[in-house]
């Protein structure tokens, strides 16, 4: 058996890098077209029926992310501004946060602990019990906790670095943990 | 409505704000450590490709007989080295070589069964090692780097959240603007247009880092404590025991039986358990062509009738997964392309990893607040790591000195020596024009010392010089610039 249909490759291809391109004429429109946006969205979501056929469907569809993605750069690649224009200063308020000033060393270490090992318990304790609760076949419970961990693990995270109200982050993964191990006893 | 659409506007650049802060933050807590997993597994797509090189005149085999594989893994029992396990390396239509080997040490055979050549694949192992355990004790090494995992995870999510020009900003590389406009929008590209890459591996490395922490508390939780039982839903356990002496497992019936039965899949490995025992079984792993499962495991008995399929191409969608996840995070779906797609975006996963970095020393830079020192460690450990893995390989070939140990004192050395530097641009000079040379250099003693007779040696020598060619390249520009600029200031 062949590892990949070559027609329905290019096919897929094709329509792939077709969504790009699409979506970069609409980048370069100054209104910034929505219907040209929903055209190259909408190739880019056609082309995985095409890399399903060309390639089976889960190792085409990663297939198709690549071969976009590789694309995508190589557009930028090429029509990055690479030199001529005069170096100027950076505008005044893009991107400008600074994490580790206006705050002490003690309120990030606070956050260091919400967001390592109170996320991390948090969230093994609240999955564990609700994947076991699921009543799917062993594998699919394994395999969706270990998911549902990452996913639980990493929001929390985020959540706990991003806001200044660290005790309502506190509080919440406190009654996350304490309902996850109510559940944990009740198995 | 007048009124609330500026505090809305307000609400919305706290948010980004905060997260823009969650982002930077999270970075600067595991930058370094992300790095250094990142660079170890872009090189580590190649695994198989260094293995090969570092022993590209090991005998090329492209089939055996039965006969043939029966005897050099006799020969093999006979040396004493096989342990708890025989394994068998195939020859496929990617890899023309026949290794079998024990929990201890391996050998290349030629296709008449002959054990030929001891496998000694150090440096790889040392790589491997340092993407998947950091060098750490195991388990606390594989634990970490399943949270850099996470916390990578963590940095997509945030990164994509903080992120509201998303399309406004969505092909723009303005490299000739100021360095840290040049160097956001060269984080920001990379990040967004990679993100199914960083996602998927960030995730599946997660996943498999994570996993022996989950089956411990799964095991304790639901199974008394058996982590065999916890784990046994997603790969068969062992059978029992029984060391009474027998002759070798029937493995060349097994493999007919398989070939047989299954024409469409390709063998690629034999486990024999416990070989040359009463207890001993017979494990045999394929690959599907069209699917991303790493293979698909029969296990036979020592007479090489077939036991059971284990279910990993059609059982639960939950063991397909799993199995799935090595293919993802390694980039061994679709061939060299696929490897060099993914050792291009592994490039660019760096490339984040140093360009968030810089971008919050530039931003503190940019306001007064300059921490040179950190500027030219976080230089030191952007080149002295790739430097320390070429150093390492010199280590490692002249078989005096463990690359492990070298690595990670080039590492410090560079790092350290780079606090005490002078001007950071000369830093970053003077460490990529070094790693220029000793990239050209591998290339060209591993062509001296081996030949360039195999392709692996031939394209990987050859990879090695155009990457020195390359770097060396930057180093001349960046020289260019430096002058240029210099001569605008004086004239100023």
Known sequence: MQALTLPMALLATVLGLGGLAVLYVAWRRPGRSALLRGIGWGLFLLSVWPWGLAGGADRGVALGMVVVSAGALALIAATGQWRGATPRRQRAGTASTEPLTGAGWGHWLKVFLLAGPLAAVAAFVLALPLMHLSGWAEADRLVATAFAVVILWSAGAVWACATPRLMRVSATMAGLTAAGTALLLVL | ?492
């Not at chain 2, 199995?323 to 060299?336: A, E, L, P, Q, R």
């Not at chain 2, 976080?378 to 463990?402: C, K, M, N, Q, R």
């Not at chain 2, 930057?474 to 004086?490: D, E, H, N």
Request: include cysteine; charged fraction near 15%; aromatic fraction near 12%.
């Open chain 2, 1 to 492: 409505m007048a009124q609330s659409q500026p505090q809305s506007s307000s609400q919305q650049q706290g948010f980004v704000a905060r997260l823009l802060g969650s982002h930077s933050a999270l970075g600067l807590f595991i930058g370094g450590v992300m790095y250094l997993i990142c660079l170890s597994g872009t090189v580590s797509v190649f695994y198989e490709e260094l293995e090969r090189w570092e022993q590209p005149n090991a005998p090329a085999v492209e089939s055996m007989s039965p006969e043939a594989m029966t005897r050099a893994a006799d020969a093999f029992l006979a040396t004493g080295e096989a342990g708890e396990h025989l394994y068998i390396t195939l020859p496929t239509a990617d890899s023309h070589r026949f290794i079998v080997s024990g929990d201890e040490a391996g050998w290349f055979a030629d296709a008449q069964g002959n054990l030929v050549e001891k496998a000694a694949h150090e440096w790889t192992h040392f790589l491997i090692y340092l993407h998947i355990y950091l060098h750490l004790p195991s388990t606390l090494g594989f634990t970490l780097v399943g949270i850099a995992g996470v916390l990578l995870t963590a940095l997509i999510i945030s990164g994509f959240l903080a992120h509201p020009r998303i399309f406004r900003d969505a092909f723009s590389l303005r490299w000739n603007r100021s360095p840290r406009l040049a160097q956001a929008d060269l984080h920001n590209r990379l990040s967004v247009w990679a993100s199914p890459f960083h996602l998927a591996i960030a995730v599946t490395g997660a996943f498999i880092g994570l996993s022996i922490v989950l089956l411990f508390l799964v095991a304790q939780l639901f199974y008394d404590g058996d982590r065999e039982a916890a784990s046994n839903a997603l790969g068969s356990r062992d059978l029992p025991a029984d060391e009474r002496p027998a002759p070798l497992a029937d493995f060349a019936t097994a493999l007919a039986t398989l070939k047989a039965e299954h024409p469409d899949v390709e063998p690629f490995a034999i486990t024999v358990h416990e070989p040359g025992t009463m207890g001993q079984f017979i494990d045999i792993t394929a690959e599907y062509p069209r699917r991303l499962i790493y293979g698909e495991r029969w296990r036979f008995d020592a007479e090489g009738r077939l036991l059971q399929q284990e279910g990993w191409s059609n059982g639960p969608v939950g063991k397909q997964v799993y199995i799935s996840t090595y293919k993802v995070h390694f980039g061994s779906f679709g061939g060299m392309p696929i490897k060099l797609a993914y050792f291009a975006f592994g490039l660019g996963l760096c490339v984040v990893c140093i360009s968030g970095f810089n971008i919050w020393l530039m931003r503190r830079r940019d306001r007064g607040r300059a921490l040179p020192r950190l500027e030219k460690a976080w230089t030191g450990l952007t080149w002295g790591a790739p430097i320390g893995l070429a150093v390492s390989w010199f280590a490692d070939e002249s078989a005096l000195l463990s690359p492990t140990g070298v690595f990670w004192v080039v590492l410090a050395v560079a790092m350290a020596g780079a606090w005490f530097a002078g001007e950071r641009e000369s830093l970053s000079r003077l460490l990529r024009g070094l790693l220029a040379a000793l990239l050209a250099l591998v290339g060209a003693v591993h062509a001296m010392i081996y030949g360039l007779a195999a392709p692996v040696s031939f394209w990987m020598d050859a990879g090695l010089l155009v990457s020195g060619l390359v770097i060396a390249w930057t180093v001349w520009q960046s020289r260019t610039a430096g002058r240029a600029k210099l001569a605008v200031a004086m004239k100023g």
